[in-house]
T-cell receptor, first 112, second 113 residues
């Protein structure tokens, strides 16, 4: 069983929709949680990171971490066609914060 | 600020040959990482440098892979001899401190035929 499971998608939504992207994990040692966006033929781009539990908001993006359920989410409000990309969750333990474990990614398409 | 630069962007080599990938991190980033994504799989950790020292190389698949970071600046990842299963996209990333996310390069797409 993988340590990080990500909702596989693909996901297709109309412009303006609220998007929810989700990951579950099994390693209770994970303390750092990150979301990346990856466009085709490019490297992942860091969107948000959070430490431990709680919410973090940045513009149209909100990251949530529920450590009791081992569940993290990324919400995108007012989605735009430019948000069409693959979204990756990643996490690491505080004892080895430099080593991240990634989900497989969810491909999102926002249709105009 | 220049980002993380990787060279080459693509490489096609025959099984048994040697390939060297290069990564130039963001200036001032002591932490440098190599990750790999093989077809149909998730991005996986290979190793982590702090300056010129290997902090964690637990993800290196076998002794055909050799990573170096002389002088704590750029890094190279050599695969010798290459096997078919080494095909994939090799990403380099860097940051000031672990745990707070990386800046990734665009990757080197390696194809072993």
């Amino acid at each position: 069983q993988k340590e990080v499971e990500q909702d596989p998608g693909p996901l297709s939504v109309p412009e303006g929709a609220i998007v929810s992207l989700n990951c579950t994990y099994s390693n209770s040692a994970f303390q750092y949680f990150m979301w990346y966006r990856q466009y085709s033929r490019k490297g992942p781009e860091l969107l948000m990171y959070t430490y431990s539990s709680g919410n973090k908001e940045d513009g149209r993006f909100t990251a949530q971490v529920d450590k009791s359920s081992k569940y993290i989410s990324l919400f995108i409000r007012d989605s735009q066609p430019s948000d069409s990309a693959t979204y990756l969750c990643a996490m690491s333990a505080s004892t080895n914060a430099g080593k991240s474990t990634f989900g497989d990614g969810t491909t999102l398409t926002v249709k105009p | 600020e220049a980002g993380v630069t990787q060279f080459p962007s693509h490489s096609v080599i025959e099984k048994g040959q040697t390939v060297t990938l290069r990564c130039d991190p963001i200036s001032g980033h002591d932490n440098l990482y190599w990750y790999r994504r093989v077809m149909g799989k998730e991005i996986k950790f290979l190793l982590h440098f702090v300056k010129e020292s290997k902090q964690d190389e637990s993800g290196m698949p076998n002794n055909r892979f050799l990573a170096e970071r002389t002088g704590g600046t750029y890094s190279t990842l050599k695969v010798q001899p290459a096997e078919l299963e080494d095909s994939g996209v090799y990403f380099c990333a860097s940051n000031f401190a672990p745990g707070y996310g990386y800046t990734f390069g665009s990757g080197t797409r390696l194809t072993v035929v």
